[in-house]
């Protein structure tokens, strides 16, 4: 059953992708004719070479759901997909394929579109007969969620048919969640929900304690900008060295320190420290970029110097590895935390949870809405495993952090008081705008928010203030 639920998912997919097309050579009319019209909304300074068949999306949704074999193999609760049944899966992807092309075809040749709704209309109503077939099969809430929107996608294309509307809005929202949902469901580490049973049995965060750590930066008050925390992953040999505190020395921008501290007492008695240069200047490739790090095992995370680049510094070799993150990310001030005041350079965010190392950014693509990726360090290379796409733009909040891959967004308040407004779970796409979780802090500026899966603390660098809470399931 369940790849055939996968397909289906794939199928809707390509539905919204043709569904796109179509409108692309609409709306690239309209645009022509009508000129300089720019009374409703979605129309008007719309770039359509944006909207040529998005192959490569497509094709790496395709890529997606051929990653949930994977998944399903690891999940207790779904179907264990047996051999027999992945070439006919993967037949069925290429038969998918194969249907695709002639839409591309009609694309190049210039043809469109009444067509192309009528055939849409029919082969959602097929798509809503197998899904409800699936249903009398196996009930689940997956299915029964898929069959809802499936219904839905084919009443508003119906209604799009009649009334000859366009709603570009709609099927690209609809486009990135489909494309958040095949995410979703390629795997994640084994051991992640019965190691952390706070993750599973209690979902989002509830509340937030007072700040159980107040401390002055060691490196004076000063320097504003920042980051600091504990070591993030659990059972580290780098325990020794477990709280550190990264500041931007230069500019309050930039950095290329990290400060180790080996005990929580020796941290706040600003004693016994050790520092670790990781770039050579404070312009080098390899220097840190904006208040962002995270120490993570053997190694320190970071945004590097002027790049697309996450960095990662192995503390024990003292050397950097690095990975460009997809699409076009925005860096050097182009997607920063900005609301109510931007933070310099805070365009690409590191962060760590129970499942391991994640990037926050915006991209042109994601027209400046918060992008999260997970990291994985192979033992050779790091790479970007997963991305997913939410629906709050950047520039409109203060800081993000990630907890039981949930990912946190948070917003000023007034010069007393953060706030926690915002959730995007990873595991579901289901997000959350009614959060309302105040962080108390000492100064204005949140130059870094960070979540600790090992002591399940948040971590603020507080303008020079050092500030912990207890996160609270
Ligand atoms: C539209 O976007 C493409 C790339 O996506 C670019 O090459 C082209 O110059 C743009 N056209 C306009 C009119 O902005
Ligand atoms: C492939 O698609 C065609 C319709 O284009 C259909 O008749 C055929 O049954 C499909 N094959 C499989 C294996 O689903
Ligand atoms: C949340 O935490 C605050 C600060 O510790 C506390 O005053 C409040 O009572 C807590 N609220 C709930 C619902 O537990
Ligand atoms: C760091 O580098 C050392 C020495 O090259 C190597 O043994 C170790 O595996 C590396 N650690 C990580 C986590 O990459
Ligand atoms: C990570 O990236 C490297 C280099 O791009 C590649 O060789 C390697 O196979 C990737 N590892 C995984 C687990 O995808």
Redesign the pocket.
């Known amino acids: 059953m369940a790849p055939t639920m996968f397909l289906l998912l794939l199928a809707l997919c390509a539905v919204s992708f043709n569904q796109k097309f179509a409108h692309s050579e609409r709306v690239s009319q309209a645009q022509r004719v009508s000129g300089k019209q720019r009374g409703e909304a979605c129309v008007c300074p719309f770039n359509s070479s944006a909207w040529v068949f998005p192959t490569l999306k497509y094709e790496r949704v395709q890529g997606a759901v051929e990653g949930c074999e994977e998944a399903i193999e690891n999940q207790e609760n779904q179907v264990m997909l047996s051999s027999e049944r992945l070439p006919q899966m993967q037949a069925l992807l290429q038969n998918l394929s194969a249907r695709l092309e002639p839409y591309l075809y009609l694309r190049k040749a210039g043809l469109h579109s009444a067509l192309w709704l009528s055939t849409l209309g029919q082969e959602l109503k097929k798509l809503e007969g197998d899904i409800s077939l699936l249903h009398s099969q196996g009930e689940s809430k997956e299915t029964k969620t898929l069959s809802a929107e499936a219904s839905q996608l084919r009443i508003d294309v119906e209604k799009m048919y009649h009334f000859d509307i366009i709603n570009m809005k709609t099927i690209k929202e609809k486009l990135r969640y489909l494309k958040n949902r095949a995410e979703s469901c390629r795997s994640f580490p084994k051991d992640f929900h019965g190691k952390y049973s706070h993750c599973t049995t209690k979902g989002l965060i509830s509340n937030i304690s007072s700040p159980v750590v107040t401390k002055i930066s060691p490196f004076g008050k000063s320097l504003i900008s920042g980051s600091w925390g504990k070591q993030a992953a659990q059972g580290s040999s780098r325990d020794r060295e477990s709280y550190w505190v990264q500041p931007l020395v230069n500019a309050n921008n930039w950095g290329n320190t990290l400060r180790l501290y080996p005990s929580y007492e020796k941290f706040m008695a600003s004693a016994g420290h050790r520092d670790v240069t990781f770039a050579p200047t404070h312009t080098h490739k390899d220097a840190n970029q904006g208040p962002n790090g995270v120490l993570y095992?053997?190694?320190f995370y970071y945004h590097c110097y002027h790049t697309a680049d996450v960095c990662?510094y192995?503390?024990?070799?003292?050397?950097v590895?690095r990975v460009t993150l997809p699409g076009d990310v925005g860096f050097n001030n182009k997607f920063p935390y900005c609301y109510y005041d931007c933070r310099p350079y805070s365009d690409v965010d590191l962060e760590a949870d129970e499942t391991g190392v994640w990037a926050i950014y915006a991209t042109m693509g994601s027209h400046g809405n918060l992008v999260v990726s997970r990291l994985e360090?192979d033992?050779a290379a790091l790479n970007v495993t997963h991305t997913w796409e939410t629906h709050v733009f950047k520039k409109a909040v203060s800081n993000a952090f990630v907890a039981c891959g949930v990912l946190y967004a948070t917003r000023y308040t007034d010069e007393s008081k953060e706030e926690v407004f915002y959730a995007f779970d990873t595991g579901t796409g289901v997000e959350d705008h009614a959060l309302a979780l105040p962080l108390e802090k000492v100064a204005k500026g949140a130059a870094s928010v960070s979540y600790n899966p090992v002591d399940r603390q948040i971590y603020m660098y507080n303008d020079g203030y050092l500030l912990a809470y207890q996160a609270v399931f």
Do not use: P
């Not at 192995?314 to 050397?319: E, I, K, M």
């Open positions: 095992g053997d190694a990662r192995n503390l024990t070799s003292g050397t590895a360090w033992g």
